[in-house]
């Protein structure tokens, strides 16, 4: 009998007893004391299975209460049931239709245990919405494919449009991971046809095919380094550091925000605030910069302080009469 077998016959064994002898279970699963104890433990910790010993009626038990409710494999609580529900709910508006009919089953399984205990799910999704800003709309088939290829180490034949040249290119990539960010899909891959790591939008593909040949695996760390060097989505080797500078009014809510992980700051005296970022493209960041309008300045670098210059004296000429 397997691990998993086994862990599962506590359940059949002791579903329906009052207490059950350790000396029965031992001898109906054939093990020994020790592999008991250690069973017990993952039963406890892995599972949440709540196996107690009942001294009074000499034997171990499971502990149900009207706060506990099962699933196959799994123990919940109430509060565990409105964790799962919440966050199966905010996939769905994450991704309407990606992961929803595949968590259709388990979702009804839960929805009918809060109904037992007088909680309703669908006053639950009325409560929990997710506001999208930005988002880009893309092909579900393509996005699947993507997701797919990207689970089973596969490569994929994509055509990419380029938004910066207007350019669309049919090429090669090894997807390394998906990530969702600022409301939109990316897939980090090794691009064949450039032999580098690059990151493309989902909705910029308009087509894919996943490939028979096996992804391109690299290593965790050295993916993560690369593409989380810069701000933002780019990723790529740093080009400078920006300083700005934020207004006393502003600070108040730039100061929480975490723009990169390795980023500096400081909060002056007068309430205004320096941040400084590492960027490897700016074209992210000045965008971001130029939303704040006179309530922010670049200190340095002086490159990227012209940008900005620039940028803004071209938006006045705009609505110069």
């Known amino acids: ?127 929990v919405h997710l506001v999208h800003a930005g988002k880009r709309r893309l092909k579900l088939k393509c996005f699947e494919l993507i997701a797919k290829a990207t689970l089973e180490r596969k490569q994929i034949q994509i055509s990419h449009f380029n938004r910066q040249n207007g350019l669309t290119i049919e090429r090669i990539i090894s997807p390394q991971q998906l990530v969702h960010y600022r409301d939109n899909w990316y897939v980090d891959a090794w691009c064949h046809l450039r032999k580098e790591v690059r990151s493309f939008s989902v909705d910029a593909i308009s087509s894919c095919e996943v490939q028979e040949q096996d992804a391109k695996d690299l290593d965790p760390d050295q993916l993560r380094l690369s593409m989380q060097r810069g701000y933002g989505i780019f990723g790529g080797a740093i080009k400078g550091w920006a300083k700005l500078k934020f207004s006393p009014e502003r600070s108040r809510w730039v100061k929480n925000e975490e723009w990169h992980p390795d980023q500096k700051s400081l909060l002056d005296h007068d309430g205004s605030y320096t941040l400084e970022v590492p960027y490897s493209d700016e074209r992210e960041l000045v965008g971001d910069i130029l939303k704040y309008g006179s309530d922010v300045e670049v200190l340095s670098p002086i490159g990227l302080r012209k940008a900005l210059k620039t940028h803004l004296t071209q938006a006045l000429a705009t609505y110069c009469d």
Do not use: C, H
Not at 7 to 19: D, E, M, V
Not at 45 to 58: A, E, H, Q, S, T
């Open 1 to 127: 009998m397997s691990e998993i077998d086994r862990l599962y016959s506590y359940r059949t064994i002791l579903t329906g007893r009052r207490a059950v002898p350790r000396e029965e279970i031992l001898a109906k699963l054939e093990i020994s004391p020790a592999t008991f104890k250690r069973d017990l433990a993952k039963l406890r910790d892995r599972l949440n299975i709540p196996v107690i010993f009942d001294r009074d009626l000499g034997g171990y038990k499971l502990e149900k209460t009207d706060s506990r409710q099962e699933l196959p494999g799994l123990w919940f609580s109430q509060d565990e049931i409105l964790a799962l529900l919440t966050i199966q709910n905010m996939l769905e508006q994450l991704e309407p239709g990606l992961l929803g009919p595949k968590l259709k089953p388990l979702q009804d399984r839960l929805d009918d245990m809060l109904s037992g205990q007088g909680l309703s799910a669908e006053l639950l999704s009325q409560r």
